[in-house]
């Protein structure tokens, strides 16, 4: 690891009362000019020592949101968020460096599957990632539904399972792009997370931090994805491509429609489940698809080589070794249905035949966090064992009678409201 502790725009870093007004450089913004690298590094710079206040990065935050920014100013707003902390550095001569970013999406387990994959086809893989918020949820949550994983690692812990196995899955850290951590906070009560340019100089930011050669981006859009149209996935795709690009990085973007669930769970401990089943070679049809399309543009071997790897085993057994890396009890991830089993589990069946038309993604994320798989606001705590499995899939036939989900739940009350929405979100013709 090392401190990165410089300026990008040249000299003026701790300087910024001499370089700027910041009243001023937030109207300038309000009014939709475009301000310099150094004015947003500054700007960033005075948030981090406290210069700048809370209000006026708010303020800023809002113009940001309502006028954009221009690819020069998000690069210039992802470097100084990577050079607020620490950046993951690699031996000379390592293995390509690869990471997939995905814009959340429900039952998107692709993570869990991909990264031990990847490193099991020789790349190295140090993934930080996110906890669910919303209806989507988070690989950090999945992850520690398995006893014992631990995702609070600090970097020099991450850099040496990242050097002994190929592979860390962890949580950002206090060292890790701490602007982004206060930026977020700020965003997220002053109702600016949605903007476009935040949004890629915040992902971009702890994906450039981890020093990749290649990442790959699954922006998801529809009902189930922050991104409802194609169109808007496209442009937050280009932004962070570009940014990318710039910074010396192979970014490629995959767009992913999110309007049923990837899979057939929802829910912490059932995706670990189905993610499993994918490692050996098996599970849902359209999740191992996600997982070889993004797999293949970042791990520099044949997409066939990569069906080998599922399954013969190999990324099963790279998963375990991260598994134990970490801290979790390996035996366990055969026995997670049994230690995650809810109180209530409920079979649904269709109540006629047909076609498969509709398994609504953004019912079945808030039918889930209402069950108590997700959180509302960040402090919430998270049930590792609810949840959907057996979920139906569009484009499935069904007969009167035929299972179409099944719900695990803490109580029936709860179950029989989960009914309710599974019942709305699939739509049998
Ligand atoms: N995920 C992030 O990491 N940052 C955002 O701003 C939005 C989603």
Redesign the pocket.
């Known amino acids: 690891m090392v401190r990165r502790n410089g300026s990008l725009a040249g000299g003026c870093f701790g300087d910024y009362k001499n370089a700027m007004h910041v009243p001023s450089l937030i109207a300038r913004k309000r009014e939709g000019e475009e301000l310099s690298a150094l004015e947003i590094e500054l700007l960033v710079n005075g948030y981090m020592s406290g210069e700048v206040a809370d209000y006026q990065m708010s303020a800023f935050g809002m113009a940001v949101y309502f006028k954009g920014m221009s690819a020069v100013e998000t690069g210039a707003m992802t470097r100084a968020i990577i050079l607020s902390g620490e950046v993951f550095k690699h031996a000379e001569g390592h293995p390509k460096v690869v990471d997939k970013?995905s814009?959340?999406g429900i039952g998107d387990k692709v993570s869990l599957v991909l990264a031990p994959l990847v490193a099991s086809a020789g790349c190295r893989v140090p993934m930080v990632s996110?906890r669910g918020l919303g209806i989507t949820g988070g690989t950090l949550d999945k992850l520690e539904s398995i006893p014992g994983f631990r995702v609070d690692l600090d970097m020099d812990e991450a850099a040496e399972i990242l050097a002994r196995v190929g592979v860390v899955m962890m949580g950002q850290t206090e060292r890790f792009c701490p602007a982004?951590k206060k930026l977020?906070a700020l965003?997220d009560v002053t109702g600016t997370?949605?903007?476009i340019a935040?949004?890629?100089?915040?992902?971009m930011s702890?994906k450039m931090a981890e020093s990749l050669d290649r990442l790959v981006l699954d922006v998801k859009f529809g009902s189930g994805a922050?991104m409802k149209t194609k169109a808007d996935a496209r442009i937050l795709a280009d932004g962070m491509i570009s940014v990318g690009k710039e910074m010396g990085v192979e970014v490629f973007a995959v767009l992913n429609e999110m309007s049923e669930p990837t899979g057939r769970a929802v829910g912490n401990a059932l995706e670990v489940i189905e993610a499993l089943e994918c490692l050996a070679g098996g599970g849902p049809l359209d999740l191992r698809k996600v997982v070889l399309d993004l797999s293949e543009k970042i791990a520099g071997v044949s997409r066939a080589e990569l069906e080998r790897l599922l399954d013969d085993g190999t990324a099963l057994k790279k998963f375990r070794e991260l598994v134990e890396a970490q801290g979790g009890n390996v035996d366990d991830l055969d026995k997670l249905a049994e230690i995650h089993k809810a109180p209530v589990i409920k079979e649904i069946r269709s109540g006629f035949g047909g076609n498969v038309t509709r398994v609504d993604a953004g019912t079945i994320g808030q039918a889930s966090l209402e069950l108590g798989a997700g959180r509302s606001k960040s402090t919430d705590n998270i049930d590792f064992a609810v949840g959907f499995d057996c979920l139906i899939k569009r484009g499935e036939q069904v007969a009167r009678g035929d299972l179409i989900g099944r719900i695990h739940a803490r109580s029936q009350e709860d179950a029989e409201k989960a009914e309710g929405a599974i019942r709305r979100a699939i739509e049998v013709v």
């Open positions: 970013h814009t959340g996110g982004d977020y965003r997370v949605p903007s935040l949004i890629t100089a915040s992902i702890k922050f």
